[in-house]
């Protein structure tokens, strides 16, 4: 399988193509987040033309902007007596057979929140970040930070 970056460096040599390169293998892992040392050139070509078939390429805007879906959810949230945390920044999730706990900051102060399951949803940077500050969650076990909690 001709991977994606093999064809970028095939069809761009040299450093005058540099720039080119990295925003395209930035796309190809932002936009379909693949890895362009994974996906190839035929599967992204053979998404394109499923997207085409379903009009895919259509923006679809929210008449009110994406608060309204905010609210909607936090709306049938509140009914059904689940709790909505806001200004909250998830720093790492322990896991163990049986529990999660979620270790967090909200409004500078430290909060903890523990349940039997989780879902979490994360931008995919976020997911693959292995630095630690702003916007990095540690996962536990397979955490790639030390942490510098006490």
């Not at 932002?30 to 379903?54: C, N, Y």
């Not at 806001?86 to 900051?105: H, M, N, P, Y």
């Not at 500050?133 to 930070?145: E, I, M, Q, R």
Request: with cysteine; aromatic share 8%; charged share 20%.
């Amino acid at each position: 399988m001709k991977t994606f970056l093999s064809f970028v460096q095939r069809c761009c040599p040299g450093p005058d193509f540099d720039l080119a390169k990295r925003w395209a293998l930035s796309y190809i892992a932002g936009f379909h987040a693949a890895d362009p040392t994974q996906i190839s050139v035929h599967s992204i070509i053979k998404g394109l033309r499923a997207d085409e078939e379903v009009q895919a390429e259509r923006a679809f805007r929210l008449p009110n902007g994406y608060a309204s879906l905010v609210g909607y959810f936090e709306r049938e949230l509140r009914g059904q007596n689940v709790p909505n945390h806001l200004r909250t920044i998830v720093q790492q999730i322990d896991w163990k057979r049986g529990g999660v706990k979620v270790t967090a900051d909200s409004v500078n102060q430290p909060v903890v929140f523990q349940a039997p399951q989780v879902l979490i949803t994360l931008p995919l940077p976020v997911l693959q970040s292995r630095q630690s500050g702003t916007g990095c969650v540690c996962f536990s076990p397979n955490c790639h930070l030390k942490s510098n909690r006490p």
